[in-house]
């Protein structure tokens, strides 16, 4: 149980464009995901996070107008990264927490993001 | 504000040897806290969390942690080391009641040769 999938795993999009990436709970409803970000060589730094029904919550320096998060439902958050640059080239992984269990939020298999 | 130090970027033992991997945090109270592994490209996969009870935590692959309030140090070990623990290996805290929102330490890569 606490599958979280994320798709897709690699991506390579042109500079300018937008790409969507999806977190998906598989087998427990989220009411809360998280999307991080995770440089080359770097530690993972949390984005922002995501409440089903609400506006997401942008850590200090990240920004909202190019990073949209929507969770929509209990099951699903995408995260689009709008006008991508090669500064953007990253590894995204998003974390779900589950309902009913008050305990760790359970990792997707995280998504490479590169942009040329 | 948590903080999460991990000592050491790298760190290399021989197949067989004890493991240990250096975390300390800083936290006004003590926090929830975590170790995840990373292999290459891949997502995050939790090896053992403190959360209250026993400071002696048990986790999967053989791992195991402890709590050090008086040391606000949570560091991670294994007996002996395995070829298939290479990976990436990160100590993690989060505030207590506010599960799921992470704040990490910088990763230790443990190298295992044979």
């Known amino acids: 149980g606490a599958v979280v999938s994320q798709h897709p795993s690699r991506v390579i999009c042109k500079s300018g464009t937008s790409v969507k990436i999806e977190c998906r709970s598989l087998?427990?409803?989220?009411?809360?995901m998280f999307w991080y970000r995770q440089f080359p060589k770097q530690s993972l730094m949390l984005m922002a996070t995501s409440n089903e029904g609400s506006k997401a919550t942008y850590e200090q320096g990240v920004e909202k107008d190019k990073f949209l998060i929507n969770h929509a439902s209990l099951t699903l958050s995408t995260l689009t990264v709008t006008s991508a640059h090669p500064e953007d080239s990253s590894f995204y992984i998003c974390?779900?927490?589950?309902?009913?269990?008050?305990?760790?939020?359970?990792f997707g298999q995280g998504t490479r993001l590169t942009v040329v | 504000a948590q903080s999460v130090t991990q000592l050491g970027s790298h760190v290399s033992v021989s197949e067989g040897a004890l493991v240990l991997l250096r975390c300390n945090y800083s936290s006004s109270v003590p926090p929830y806290l975590f170790w995840y592994v990373q292999y290459p490209n891949q997502g995050l996969q939790l090896l053992l969390k403190?959360?209250?009870?026993?400071?002696l935590v048990k986790g999967i692959n053989g791992f195991e942690a402890e709590f050090k309030k008086s040391e606000t140090s949570f560091h991670l070990t294994k007996p002996s080391a395995h070829m298939s623990d290479a990976a990436e290996y990160f100590c993690a805290v989060s505030e207590r009641g506010s599960y799921g929102k992470l704040t990490f330490g910088q990763g230790t890569i443990l190298t295992v040769h044979p």
């Open positions: 087998d427990f409803q989220a009411t809360t």
């Open positions: 403190y959360t209250t009870g026993a400071t």
């Open positions: 974390s779900a927490k589950e309902v009913r269990m008050n305990t760790e939020a359970f």
